[in-house]
């Protein structure tokens, strides 16, 4: 398995935020079911102020880039939602162009 950790930041204000975790009470069920087709096996998402931390758990042969690319272009409905919630979010300073989430570099684990 791979595992990937990745950031963004909400817009920071504190109904935006609210209505962020709001959405995220009451995901799609479709946008859930296209993660797990694409092979992503655990998802996370915690906050800190308006900073996102996203935890990923995907089969070996999981692509970033272009299996995250094919759930939204072969899913109207992940398309809406992804749409939805970029009304909410902005990149990182680190962010560079072409990125949204942020991949975030390994540097401890406790297994090693």
Known sequence: MKTYAMALDLIDAPEVIE????????VWPEVKQG???????????????CRLFMF??????????KDFQSYTDTSPRARMWDDLMRN?????????????????????????
Do not use: C
Request: no cysteine.
């Open 19 to 26: 209505e962020y975790k709001e959405h995220h009470r009451h």
């Open 56 to 65: 990923l758990r995907t089969e070996d042969e999981f692509d970033l880039e």
């Open 35 to 49: 993660l797990e087709k694409i092979g992503i096996s655990e998802m996370k998402i915690f906050l800190t102020g």
């Open 88 to 112: 909410f979010q902005q990149k990182i300073p680190s962010a560079k162009t072409g990125d949204w989430w942020v991949p975030m570099e390994e540097v401890f684990n406790l297994e090693w």
